[in-house]
């Protein structure tokens, strides 16, 4: 049974396919196409990083309440949000240009498109409507800008943006700030400080659903300012716009507020460096329709996120997603597979040209590395014939008896050889070119071991 087994497996060895030679073919070409996609992988264009600093706001602020809801959407998608909170706008436009975050919230009218450029700062879009709130105690009689001369009004640290953009607000009125009575004490403090009457009024910009603007609202013994004239102010000032908190939209029950109010709003944008990883700048902009896409307050359903309403350029990204919608790929894969296929289709392409030319390489090296076992052999074979022919007469009969057993090894040794069945041909051809030249030195031999014939 055993060698029934032994003769059908070398018959298996000699007709199968020979998948190691190849590999010993193709091997080098693999191993160069795998290093090339690996050297791309990490070179051409790298991928993004896992973890980006947002920079936020002041304590119980909507950039704050936000900025959570970005590094929760983020998270879902591996890349970890690092939250920076600061006083608002303008420490995060110089920790921007300074480099020490990745991305931040800055109000419109902070920086002017020139300083913009310069700085290489982007936009990835505004995000929703910043109403001015002024609050004021209840017995203060205040119907216009010009009676606040003389009361101590909090205008939040100088970090934020709203001191700066109030004050274009009182110029607009020929109201100095040195008529005023100004500190710089953040919201939340400043708060305090309004209900122990210890100031007059509160000024902060912010989104409506913020907690401190929320609880304002229904806090009795305060009042919210009617900016009257808020429209002017969105014709003098092009960074304002006219928004309307309509009547019981706080609470319909109690009618909260009990009439229309008047208020001067910027917006709200997301600013990145420019060299921002342009697949970051896709993941916020797609977080930021998730987050501002719904209806709010100020807001019709999709009004936000846009491209509108800032003087800071857009990200080209941001610009395609505004355009277009999500990436193709991101529509069907995960945020790191689509990414992966995005960066490598340079490589893709490379590759298809490259394959190409090396299909038509290996066959043929496939081919000789098949053949080479059968022709190095015919090398041995003509190394027999040279010693033949090259034998002097004295010592023929031994150097033929010495080249048949050599013939004999050579023969024992080509019958091992394992080769497809494919070329056969070439085997049995040497096999039969190894005969031939047994016969001529059993010919010879036989020649010489024949008597010599008698004289007459």
Known sequence: MKPMRHHMSKILAFTRFSPRDLLVTAGPTILAIAAA????????????????????????????????KYAELLGRHGIKVELRPSQGSLENLQRLNAGRVDIGFVQSGSITQEDAQRRNLVSIGSLFTEPVWLFLREDVKVADLTRLKGLRINLGPEGSGVPRMFKQVLAANGVEPEDLKLSALENTPATVELLEKRIDGLVFSSAPDAPLVQMLL???????????????YARRLPFLAHAVLPRGIVDLGRDLPAKDYHLIAPTATLVAREDLHPALVDLFVQAAG??????????????????????????????????????????????????????????????????????????????????????????????????????????????????????NEIEDT??????????????????????????????????????????A
């Open 37 to 68: 996609c690996f050297a791309a992988y990490l070179l051409v264009d790298p991928a993004p990083p896992r973890v980006v600093t947002l920079s936020t706001g002041q304590e119980n602020s909507a950039y704050e309440v936000f900025g959570k």
């Open 218 to 232: 229904i806090t009795p013994g305060i009042k919210l300012f009617d900016f009257a004239q808020a429209e002017a």
């Open 290 to 407: 998730e987050i501002h896409g719904g209806a709010g307050w100020f807001q019709q359903q999709g009004q936000f996120p846009s491209p509108r309403y800032t003087e800071i350029p857009l990200a080209h990204e941001a610009a395609k997603f505004y355009k277009d919608g999500p990436p193709f790929l991101q529509r069907y894969m995960s945020f790191w597979l689509a990414n992966f296929f995005d960066r490598m289709w340079v490589v893709v392409v490379a590759l298809g040209a490259l394959i190409l030319p090396l299909s038509k390489v290996v066959p043929p090296l496939y081919v000789w590395r098949i053949r080479s076992r059968v022709f190095r052999w015919y090398g041995q074979l003509r190394t027999v014939e040279q010693a033949l022919a090259a034998a002097p007469a004295d010592a023929r009969a031994r150097i033929h008896a010495e080249q048949l057993a050599r013939l």
């Open 414 to 455: 080509v019958n091992q050889i394992s080769i497809p069945l494919a070329f056969a041909d070439e085997l049995y051809g040497l096999r039969g070119h190894i005969n031939l030249v047994r016969q001529r030195i059993l010919a010879h031999l036989g020649a010489e071991a024949a008597p010599a014939p008698e004289s």
